[in-house]
């Protein structure tokens, strides 16, 4: 048997498990030919009385490793209806989502996802950018009518596939699946390892409005594949990759790696700085608190004295290493406070 094959139905096995698991929590009759109960009845809002990251624990849920799969990554098999994970990095990844069957792929992060060769595996991308500290009223109904009239299984995604994605993820076990709300927030917690930095996603899947398949029915919505992010959502597309990128090239003390050849440190670092400029004369930015303002020039002025210790490093200065890994650390210190501050208000 392959490795391929070997993959396959591994998938194969714990589906079953969580399907089970799935019924168990939910309390209903298990049915493996049923359909997708688009109809269902979603569960009432919690009355929280606490932080919603700590009634995650209220169920506890039996242990579930991810699954193991090309180029994705936190990749659980929730229910029939509902996987969740990281992006799809590369084509790999997609075929091995189109074995596993899915049909529809739901992208809530920033990056325009790969449609065209979804759509050459025969599936579908929807395309909702979701911000970390909520989901919106519109971004509710976009989620709960793709839901409900497109095709499962879905693959729900964000970028690294540990904290919006599941939160995106969590919209579709209410409307199609009928889990309850701590069912739906224990797995955020103790499958997906949502982190508790992201109350207010938390707290939207516990207590938030969710649309009836009434409201969803008549919502104006054309499913695009490509939503277009602009302002600081779409600097911090660039910016997250970039910064994910330089912490792989820190460890190479900036230097290109076998492992990573696609990775060129003067470019990864020149993406920093482009992320940091498209943002710099955003009116949302020039605006905002003068705390905000100063972490966002703290970065992008660290942000250039580390490419230019990158091309130290390319010319084989000495001590140009240190002081790339300096301002790289300076990079991390400035988005950690902001992100501490404001992500997720």
Request: a negative charge.
């Amino acid at each position: 048997m392959t490795a391929k094959h070997l993959r396959l139905a591994a998938f194969t096995a714990l589906t079953s498990l969580t399907a089970l698991v799935a019924c168990q929590t939910t309390g209903e009759e298990c049915c493996p030919d049923c359909g997708p109960a688009t109809q269902l009845e979603v569960a009432a809002p919690l009355d929280l009385d606490g932080k919603a990251w700590d009634r995650a624990m209220t169920v506890e849920l039996p242990p579930v490793e991810p699954i193991e799969a090309p180029g994705l990554h936190n990749l659980f098999h929730l229910s029939e209806n509902i996987v969740s994970g990281s992006e799809p990095h590369g084509d790999e990844a997609l075929e091995a989502l189109a074995e596993m069957g899915i049909k529809t792929l739901v992208s809530v992060d920033g990056s325009a996802p790969d449609a065209e060769k979804a759509a050459e595996l025969g599936m579908r991308y929807v395309h909702v950018p979701i911000q970390y500290n909520d989901i919106s009223d519109d971004e509710m109904l976009r989620l709960s009518k793709t839901f409900r009239e497109l095709e499962g299984p879905f693959y729900v995604h964000c970028f690294h596939g540990k904290h919006r994605g599941p939160a995106g993820a969590m919209v579709g076990r209410l409307v199609l699946d009928g889990i309850g709300r701590e069912e739906a927030i224990a797995e955020m917690r103790q499958y997906c390892g949502t982190s508790e930095k992201y109350e207010g996603l938390y707290r939207l899947v516990a207590a938030g409005d969710v649309p009836s398949a009434a409201q969803t029915s008549t919502y104006d919505y054309d499913f695009p594949e490509v939503e277009q992010v602009e302002g600081v959502v779409g600097s911090m597309v660039i910016l997250s990759r970039a910064f994910d990128n330089n912490a792989l090239l820190k460890d190479t003390g900036w230097k290109v790696d076998p492992a990573h050849p696609d990775l060129d440190p003067r470019n990864e670092a020149g993406l920093l700085v482009q992320g940091f400029e498209l943002g710099e004369n955003l009116p949302e930015v020039r605006t905002a608190a003068d705390d905000y303002r100063s972490w966002w020039d703290e970065g992008l002025a660290e942000s250039r004295l580390l490419l230019e210790a990158i091309e130290a490093v390319a010319a084989g200065e000495e001590g140009a290493t240190a002081r790339a890994d300096r301002h790289f650390t300076a990079v991390k210190n400035a988005c950690s406070d902001c992100h501490g501050e404001y992500r997720n208000l």
